[in-house]
């Protein structure tokens, strides 16, 4: 069975820095797309960063440039998140997400995504 499993989620303060895995298994990792969306109460799932298949090719939402970096390790079937400078407005449930796809195109889009972890919560203080 396909599990999607995310880790490294906390509470942390403004301007710090936390680190998202999730850790795949039951497919095929490097023949899928992985991304990172966010969810808070009442709010749409927002879209925060993907990565390719071999992991040469990144995209990510305004908001993250910068500041946020997706990675993956094709042999460890494992996609991170690493998250720096920390907002109070990052505060989510992270999830990471698997896409079988042959192009890296609109990874933003979440339809296209076909397992989806349980997701991690990330809090940032003030």
């Known amino acids: 069975q396909v599990q999607l499993v995310e880790s490294g989620g906390g509470l942390v303060q403004a301007g710090g820095s936390l680190r998202l895995s999730c850790a795949a298994s039951g497919l095929t990792f490097s023949s899928y797309v992985m991304g990172w969306f966010r969810q808070v109460p009442g709010k749409e799932r927002e879209f925060v960063a993907a990565i390719s298949r071999s992991g040469g090719n990144t995209y990510y939402a305004d908001s993250m440039k910068g500041r946020f970096t997706i990675s993956r390790d094709n042999a460890k079937n494992t996609v991170y998140l690493q998250m720096n400078s920390l907002k109070p407005e990052d505060t989510a449930v992270y999830y990471c997400?698997?896409?079988?796809?042959?192009?890296?195109?609109?990874?933003?889009?979440?339809?296209?995504?076909?397992?989806w972890g349980q997701g991690t919560q990330v809090t940032v203080s003030s």
């Open positions: 997400a698997a896409d079988l796809r042959l192009a890296f195109t609109k990874p933003y889009n979440w339809d296209a995504y076909d397992y």
